[in-house]
C-alpha cells in the first residue's frame, strides 16, 4: 500500500514559511494586544534573539513607558560591574588616636537579612575616638517623583548615607488573652506594643473607636508615632523612620556599640590612605532585591556605586555619569532618576532593557544572572512560569496602571532570547493581565 506524504509535507511548508517573527506577531496579537483590558493600554513589546544578535519582534519597541521595578535591571547592572564581590561597608582614615568614617550608603548594616556585622564588630573594638563626616552626602532621603502619601509603608524607607536596621522600626504588639481590659482608659493594659530596635522617640497611643486594628501611623516630618491598639494577639508592622541624614543612625548606634559617634564635616586630604570593612557578599544583597523587589536596597545600591566611582552619595550624579559612559549607547535616550522604579518620571523603551540586558549577559555572564534574577516559581515569579521553571529569568514591575517584565528567555530550541514588556495606562485586572503575558511568553518558549 502505497504511503500518503502529501499532508507531511505540506505541513513542513507552512512551518517553514511562517518567520519567527511572523509567530511572535501572532502570538503577541492573541495573548496581548488584543485583550479587551489592553486595547486602551500603551503596550511595548521587544524580543532579540542573543546568538543571531538580531530582533524577532517589536512593537513599539522605540516608545517611552514608565517601567517600575524594571529600573531594579539598570541599577542591578551598575551595582554587579562596579561593587566587586563585597559590598564596602565603611571606609575609614585614621589621625593619631582619631578614626574618620566615610559612609558608603551601604543597607545590610543592622539589617535583619544579615547575621554577620563585620562594620559593627570593627566599631565595638576599636579604642579610638571615632567621627563620622557628612560631607560626602549630596542626596535627598526621598526620591524625586515618589508618591508623598507612601511615606508610612515599608516599601519607601528613606535613603541615607549610613542606614541602619533597613531605616525602618519594627513594630509588634503581642497581647496575653487571660489579662482583663482597663475599661475607663478604653486600652487593654495587658498589650505589650514595642519596636525593634527600641527607641525614645515619641510614641503617641491614640483610640480609634469602633476600628480595633493594630497600626502605627508615622507623622510625616518626624520620628512621632501614633499607634492605634489593636483586638489581635499578635500583629507588626514596619514603619520607615525620619533618617535626617545621619542623625538617626547615630542616636540608634551606641546602645550597640557602646560608644557614641559625631559628625564631621571633613574628607580626607589629597593621598590619605583609605581603609575599607567590607560587610557582605554583594549578591547577597542583589538577590534579594531581585526576588523580592526591595526597593530600599536597589535605592542603596545606586548610591554605593555613586560612592565608589564619585566619591560622593548622589543618585542624580551616577545616574548622569552612567548615562554618558556605560549606557551611552541605549538605543532611545531615557529619562532615569531612581534606582527603585518608585519614581512615575523614570521612561525608558523595551529596547532600552534589550540592550542592558545584552550587556549583562557580556559583560557578566548568565551564571551569576541566574542565581539573581527570579526564574518561574519563585521571588515576585512565584505564581507564574512554574510548569518549566528554569527556562525565565526576569524581573517584573508593578504600579498602579502599571505592569513589566523583562529578563531571559531559554526556548525549547536552546536559544537564548532578551524580551521586554512595558505596559501602562491599563485599568485592568493586574493578575490576569500577567497571566497573558505569560501566556505569551511560553508560546515563544515552545515554538521558537
Not at 517553514?16 to 496579537?29: L, V
Not at 526620591?143 to 516599601?155: A, V
Not at 526564574?375 to 521553571?389: A, C, E, I, P
Request: charged content about 20%; glycine content about 6%.
Amino acid at each position: 500500500m502505497k504511503r500518503n506524504t502529501t499532508l507531511p509535507v505540506l505541513f513542513v511548508l507552512f512551518l517553514a514559511a511562517c518567520s519567527p517573527q511572523q509567530f511572535i506577531s501572532k502570538q503577541a496579537k492573541q495573548s496581548i494586544l488584543t485583550d479587551a483590558a489592553l486595547t486602551r493600554a500603551h503596550v511595548g513589546i521587544s524580543v532579540y534573539d542573543i546568538a543571531d544578535n538580531k530582533y524577532l519582534y517589536n512593537y513599539q519597541g522605540d516608545h517611552y513607558f514608565v517601567p517600575a521595578s524594571n529600573t531594579k535591571i539598570v541599577t542591578c547592572y551598575a551595582g554587579m560591574k562596579y561593587l566587586g564581590d563585597s559590598l564596602p561597608g565603611i571606609q575609614y582614615w585614621q589621625e593619631k588616636n582619631n578614626i574618620y568614617l566615610l559612609p558608603t550608603g551601604d543597607p545590610s548594616l543592622l539589617h535583619q537579612d544579615f547575621t554577620r556585622q563585620p562594620v559593627i564588630d570593627f566599631l565595638k573594638k576599636t579604642t579610638a575616638k571615632v567621627y563620622i563626616t557628612d560631607a560626602t552626602w549630596k542626596d535627598e532621603a526621598l526620591g524625586n517623583g515618589w508618591s508623598w502619601n507612601d511615606y508610612n509603608d515599608y516599601y519607601m524607607a528613606e535613603r541615607s548615607p549610613l542606614p541602619v536596621y533597613g531605616n525602618v522600626l519594627h513594630w509588634i504588639q503581642e497581647k496575653n488573652e487571660t489579662a482583663d481590659q482597663d475599661t475607663s482608659t478604653g486600652f487593654d493594659q495587658s498589650v505589650l506594643i514595642y519596636s525593634i530596635p527600641e527607641v525614645n522617640w515619641n510614641v503617641r497611643f491614640t483610640p480609634e473607636g469602633g476600628k480595633k486594628v493594630f497600626f502605627v501611623q508615622r507623622n510625616y516630618a518626624d520620628n512621632t508615632f501614633n499607634i492605634t491598639q489593636g483586638t489581635e494577639k499578635k500583629k507588626d508592622q514596619e514603619v520607615p523612620f525620619v533618617t535626617n541624614g545621619l542623625q538617626s543612625a547615630l542616636e540608634l548606634l551606641p546602645d550597640t556599640i557602646g560608644k557614641k559617634i559625631a559628625v564631621v564635616n571633613k574628607v580626607p586630604a589629597a593621598g590619605t590612605p583609605l581603609n575599607t570593612i567590607h560587610s557582605q557578599p554583594t549578591d547577597s544583597l542583589f538577590k534579594p532585591m531581585m526576588y523580592r523587589s526591595d526597593n530600599f536596597f536597589a535605592e542603596q545600591t545606586l548610591l554605593m556605586v555613586s560612592a565608589a566611582k564619585l566619591g560622593v552619595l548622589s543618585d542624580r550624579r551616577i545616574i548622569d555619569t552612567l548615562l554618558k559612559t556605560d549606557l551611552l549607547d541605549l538605543p532611545q535616550q531615557p529619562r532615569w532618576v531612581d534606582g527603585s522604579g518608585l519614581s512615575r518620571f523614570n521612561l525608558f523603551s523595551p529596547q532600552d532593557f534589550v540592550v542592558i540586558l545584552r550587556k549583562m549577559q557580556q559583560e557578566i555572564g548568565m551564571d551569576r544572572i541566574k542565581k539573581i534574577f527570579p526564574t518561574g516559581g519563585s521571588g515576585t515569579l512565584s505564581n507564574y512560569y512554574k510548569q518549566d521553571s528554569g527556562f525565565i529569568y526576569a524581573k517584573t514591575g508593578s504600579l498602579s496602571g502599571v505592569l513589566a517584565l523583562s529578563g531571559y528567555l531559554y526556548t525549547k530550541k536552546n536559544k537564548l532570547l532578551a524580551f521586554s514588556v512595558l505596559i501602562n495606562n491599563h485599568q485592568g485586572n493586574a493578575t490576569a493581565i500577567r497571566k497573558q503575558v505569560e501566556t505569551f511568553i511560553t508560546q515563544i518558549r515552545e515554538q521558537y
